[in-house]
Every structure is written in C-alpha cells, then in structure tokens.
C-alpha cells in the first residue's frame, strides 16, 4: 500500500486502552492518524498511550458519564488541531448485574447492561455529531456492534438485554445517518462475531463454547476472533474510501451469521 489510509486523520476511540480498542488505535497510527483512546481504567490508559509512540494520547473516564466524549474531543482537537472520527468501541456484558435469559433477567441487569451499551454510545455518538457540526466538515462515526444483535445463539450467549442493546444500536445508526447525511456525517456499524478480548473471558476460557465457535465461525480454520481481524475494516470506514457509504451494517464473524454451529 503505497498511500496511508488515515494519514493527518485525528480520531477518538471511546475504549481504545484495551481489545478491540487498543488493536484499532495502533492500527490507525499505522495507517498515519492521531488518536485519544479513552478507557476507565489509570493503569490501561498508560500502557496505551505507551504503546501508541507518541501518536497517541490517553484520556481516563467513563463512557457512560457525558462528560468524558466532550472532554476527548476537545483534546483531540486541542492536541491534533481537529477531529475527523469517532470509533465507539466501549461497552460490556451485564451478565454480573443480572443480564441473561428472559424469564431470569432482573431489571438492574436491563438497566446497567443499556447504559453500558447503548446510553454510553448515544452520549458520544452526540458529542460527535455536534462537533462535526460546529466544524462544519462532515466527518465519521463507527458504532460497535455485534452479531448477536441480529443473529441469536440461544445455547451459550443467552443475554437478551445484551442483545436488545446490539439490536437497538443498529436502529439507532441508520436513523441518525439518515439524518445528517445532507452534513456529510456518516455512521455505520461494524458487527463481529466472538472475539477474544477482556470482555469475552467467560466463553474464550470455556472448551465447550471454542468447540461449537470452531463451527460457528469456520473461516480460517474455525477460531475465535482476534482484535486484528476488525483492524481493516475499521480502517476502512474512518478512510475516505467510505465517502460513499453510511448507514451499513459490517459483520466481520469469521461465517458466524451464515453458519449453522454444531453443538
């Protein structure tokens, strides 16, 4: 590749310190961006920014608290001189607070599992847009999604507020890229399959669960995901070579969507 795909673009991941976040950060460096990652966590926004060579810099807080996207922004732009896209990664399982099967799901779990998930992307989602706005300059947005959104697997992925939350946010992209299109705002959503990262212990650590992700996800050999594996795609919509394109739902599964799984 002769051209950097991103080169003098300055971006926000919002949970960029660690997984899928990180992977997409350094990705991004590579292809000649700048990036604020933010993350919760002190001790992983340090290791971040670390990691990033002086391409990058680490903002602490939480993606739930409307604060903390304003705050990136304003640092990316403070920093970098701009902001040309937002890639919300951060969000989680509510399986601790009581998310799982309808009939034992608590209202705690419904709750905390939407404000992980969903609230805290709205907030940043809206901090973006309004940027991108005040600038004038159009600008991108990738919302992470997952493929249990619209592709359930009742036997070990039985979250359903989870996966109400992945759904919602599919709903919630195109509405929101049909919207500010005419602004040169697009927003799109990449969906993947199970991938190993912090967040995905509980089913990377279970033989059971890799044995039926083995046929579930058969590209490649049949394997759990990697972070790497979103890094092209993610390069790809916070690119020019997206311009035309907004509204979209990429899922990157390894075949997850169109394969049975044999339990």
């Not at 739930?64 to 640092?75: E, F, M, Q, V």
């Not at 399986?95 to 799901?105: E, N, S, T, V, Y």
Request: proline share 3%; glycine share 14%; aromatic share 10%.
């Amino acid at each position: 590749m002769d051209q950097l795909w991103l080169a003098n673009k300055r971006i926000v991941i919002i949970g960029g310190t660690t997984g899928l976040g990180l992977s997409a950060a350094q990705a991004f460096v590579g292809q000649g961006a700048r990036v604020v990652v933010v993350g919760r966590k002190e001790e992983s926004c340090k290791a971040a920014e670390a990691q990033l060579g002086g391409f990058g810099l680490a903002l602490n807080g939480d993606a739930t608290d409307p604060a903390t996207a304003i705050s990136a922004i304003t640092l990316c732009r403070g920093e970098f001189g701009g902001f040309d896209g937002l890639y919300h990664v951060a969000g989680g399982s509510g399986r601790r607070f009581g998310d799982g099967p309808l009939h034992q799901l608590t209202l705690e779990g419904w709750n905390k599992t939407f404000e992980l998930n969903l609230t805290s992307l709205m907030l940043s989602n809206q901090a973006a847009i309004q940027a991108f706005l005040e600038q004038n300059t159009g600008g991108t947005i990738l919302n992470m999604g997952s493929v249990l959104g619209f592709s359930p697997s009742p036997n070990y992925f039985a979250t359903h507020a989870y996966a109400a939350t992945k759904s919602a946010i599919i709903g919630f992209t195109k509405s929101i890229a049909a919207y500010y299109a005419a602004n040169h705002i697009r927003v799109n959503v990449l969906a993947p399959g199970l991938v190993e990262t912090p967040m995905a212990q509980r089913a990377a650590n279970d033989e059971t669960i890799l044995k039926f992700i083995g046929t579930k996800q058969p590209l490649d050999g049949g394997r759990i995901g990697q972070p790497t594996d979103l890094d092209g795609a993610a390069i790809y919509f916070m690119s020019e070579y997206s311009r035309f394109t907004t509204g979209q739902v990429l899922a990157v599964d390894g075949g997850w969507e169109v394969s049975e799984g044999q339990y």
